[in-house]
């Protein structure tokens, strides 16, 4: 993806996560990858009135007609205000694609897909795999470090010094002065509206304690968690340079969370290995340190449904 084929992608996001009713945490857009941290409640959606629904409509196709429905947002408002005979069945086929991240993730990656083919005339598929999805407990140390994580991508790839200088992040957008991408940004630090307070302890997350550029030397990986800011900020007690190595962890697991978090989870339906007494393993980095103390996860390699 170039610049503007990103700038499509992240107005597309944004679209369809207000129609589903997912608040967008924060992303990252990169020439050949991307990811996308949302928050969910399916209740939202399960319990969404007529005006709610009307409002989520709009939001996606905005004064044009869908075709899967064939109405604008105006015929939609009138048949759901009048309980037309045909008003239940669109309810129903407009909240089946809400609350749910496949639903989600395949429109935005085939309305993506539609852009780019009409934009370059080509024809065909767009995206070469299936995406993944991890569940992150809500609220915790470890929806804080797999935001930073993933707002860290283009300084890991040595696309910039800084995370906060890359416009296709939610905090390289946030510090930019977008209000959708500073709400998440509040969001992830447990807040529900935005403060500069909370933008700057979520900054403290990416900084080292080495300055400002975001990308420090290489450091022996087994002595880094021993590091910490020196900003004042409490509760960042975590070395940036351990987010600058890949965690596999954070994009190919299953559940990340606390211990007790996973275990409550999975167990009682004897999820991802538990019925075999398998337990969460550390969240390791490559270079032989583990986050232990921020987050733990059920490999993938256990057994169990998705």
Not at 21 to 43: S, W
Request: some cysteine; hydrophobic content about 40%; glycine content about 10%.
């Amino acid at each position: 993806m170039d610049e503007e084929a990103m700038k499509a992608m992240r107005h597309i996001m944004r679209s369809q996560a207000a129609f589903a009713g997912m608040e967008v945490l924060t992303y990252c857009f990169m020439a050949n990858h991307f990811h996308i941290f949302v928050r969910l409640d399916p209740k939202e959606t399960e319990n969404l009135d007529d005006a709610g629904l009307v409002a989520r409509f709009r939001a996606l196709y905005g004064g044009t007609r869908c075709a899967s429905v064939g109405l604008d947002a105006d015929d939609l408002e009138e048949i759901l205000t009048k309980n037309r005979d045909s008003a239940e069945g669109i309810r129903r086929r407009l909240k089946a694609r809400m609350g749910d991240v496949s639903v989600f993730m395949r429109e935005v990656k085939t309305r993506f897909t539609l852009w780019y083919n009409q934009k370059h005339g080509t024809v065909g598929t767009f995206w070469a795999e299936r995406f993944r999805s991890v569940i992150v407990e809500a609220d915790t140390e470890a929806q804080r470090m797999v935001a930073a994580y993933i707002d860290l991508n283009p300084v890991r790839a040595g696309l910039v010094e800084d995370a906060g200088a890359y416009g296709f992040s939610g905090f390289g957008e946030a510090c930019a002065g977008s209000s959708a991408a500073r709400r998440g940004i509040a969001r992830i630090e447990g807040k529900m509206t935005w403060a500069a307070k909370w933008h700057e302890r979520y900054r403290a997350r990416l900084c080292s304690r080495m300055g400002p550029g975001m990308r420090p030397p290489q450091v022996d990986q087994k002595n880094a968690s021993a590091t910490t800011h020196e900003d004042g900020v409490g509760g960042v007690a975590v070395e940036v340079s351990g987010l600058l190595s890949k965690i596999r962890a954070f994009s190919e697991s299953w559940v990340v969370g606390s211990v007790a978090w996973v275990a409550s989870f999975c167990a009682p339906n004897g999820w991802l290995g538990y019925k075999k007494g398998r337990k969460a393993q550390p969240v390791a980095l490559d270079g032989g340190a583990d986050l232990s103390t921020v987050a733990t996860v059920v490999k993938r390699r256990c057994e169990g449904p998705r």
